[in-house]
């Protein structure tokens, strides 16, 4: 019993290492701490998420100690962190995962993220911020390093050794190894055609952030014809899962829901909208250029993209800002629709996080989970 890609459908939930409160645009509510998010981890996992994203980038706490913070206070709930190609080497990164690995009891998932703002990766230090393709030849390069010395004890090798244009390596090692096998599942975002070649090569899970159903469906049909590319030229026969990444809000009432997620935008200054939106455009990554084209291309209506589907907070936040808002009846119809397009990874957040995870998890998982069952689909 499974859909049509054989794979389990899985939802996971976000830990907001920035600041959390009911609103954005304004100063957290909420100060980022350790305890809040073993908190919000928890209120996830009896939820019934099955993995928590833990987000990167400048203003955000490192995700690695967060991660392993969140893993030590939970049973279940796997912390999905990410490795940054430029910033940190291959084989540290993959001992830092396979340790992880081994400590969680197999719950490490791993974000690759290439790219960001070319500003934020200037001041982590990464000598490519400008050169966008490149970024991901690098990742390519990357990549093959991690796998290789997680490989590297069953290929019976005594080390792992490996020249490239990005990285050289003799003698690597990665202990322990990673109790996952093959490995941890690797997580990958990248709407450009570089970003998606990569991810073909490389990724277990081929994210994006959430669009109409028939662009996400164009996203799937287009990594598609990577994958048989690699087939029909190299050999390699690959298969993806294909996640999205979105906010949500659920409410008892149609009515309720749009109201509060309005209420998420009730408090930012109109001028530091249009800041936003011109830091938006200033990006190189393709997938937030999407995110404000299709802003800019509903304003005239209320931002709304589809059937309970919305845009409005992209004026103010980056990544995944849309957001599926309606009934309990409604978004998870929505979503069954997401997964009969081939999308099997859903990460949902919203604001506040604690309490809409608690939210979600009485009013939205049973019943999608009820759906997919009815389906023969397994979650």
């Known amino acids: 019993m499974s859909n049509q890609t054989g794979a389990q459908v899985e939802f996971g939930w976000f830990i907001p290492t920035n600041g959390d409160g009911r609103y954005i645009g304004v100063k ?8 809040y998010f073993v908190e919000v981890a928890q209120a996830a996992e009896e939820a019934g998420y099955e993995f928590a ?12 100690i967060v991660g392993s913070w969140v893993a030590s206070a939970t049973k279940k709930l796997k912390p999905l ?44 230090g990464d000598p490519l911020h400008g050169s966008h393709d490149e970024r991901y030849e690098r990742t390519k390069e990357f990549l093959e390093v991690v796998k290789g010395v997680w490989q590297q004890p069953e290929s019976g090798a005594e080390d792992f050794n490996y020249a490239g244009q990005y990285y050289e390596v003799e003698g690597g090692v990665s202990k322990p190894v990673p109790l996952q096998q093959p490995h941890p599942p690797l997580y990958f975002g990248g709407s450009s055609e570089a970003g998606k ?17 028939d662009w996400i469906e164009g ?22 899962r294909y996640g999205i990444r979105a906010q949500v809000v659920v409410r008892e009432t149609e009515e309720e829901a749009w109201a509060a997620a309005w209420n998420i935008l009730s408090k930012a200054d109109p001028e530091q909208l ?4 011109k830091l938006h455009s200033k990006t190189d990554a393709l997938n937030q250029k999407r995110q404000m084209d299709l802003f800019s291309g509903s304003k005239e209506q209320n931002y ?31 979503l069954i629709e997401f997964v009969e397009a081939g999308v099997t990874s859903f990460i949902l957040s919203g604001y506040p996080h604690l309490e809409e995870a608690r939210i979600s998890g009485e009013l939205l998982l049973p019943l999608v989970k009820q759906k997919l069952a009815a389906r023969g689909i397994h979650t």
């Open 28 to 35: 957290p509510e909420r100060e980022p701490s350790q305890q």
């Open 197 to 213: 070649r990569v991810a073909a090569e490389t990724a277990d899970v081929y994210l994006m952030w959430t669009e109409p159903l």
């Open 81 to 124: 962190i990410a490795m940054r190609p430029g910033l940190i080497t291959p084989v540290l990164a993959a001992r830092m995962a396979s340790t992880l690995d081994r400590m969680s009891g197999g719950r490490a998932l791993i974000n690759v993220v290439t790219g960001h703002y070319p500003a934020d990766l200037k001041a982590t």
């Open 304 to 334: 709304v993209i589809g059937p309970n589907l919305w845009s409005g907070l992209s004026a103010i936040r980056g990544g995944g800002a849309v957001t599926f808002v309606g009934t309990p009846e409604q978004v998870s119809d929505r």
């Open 274 to 277: 249009k800041s936003k939106e």
């Open 219 to 240: 996203q799937i049909a287009e990594m598609e014809t990577y994958l048989a590319e690699l087939r029909e030229k190299k050999g390699i026969d690959r298969k993806l």
């Open 53 to 64: 994203l833990i987000p990167a980038g400048g203003e955000c706490w490192d995700g690695w």
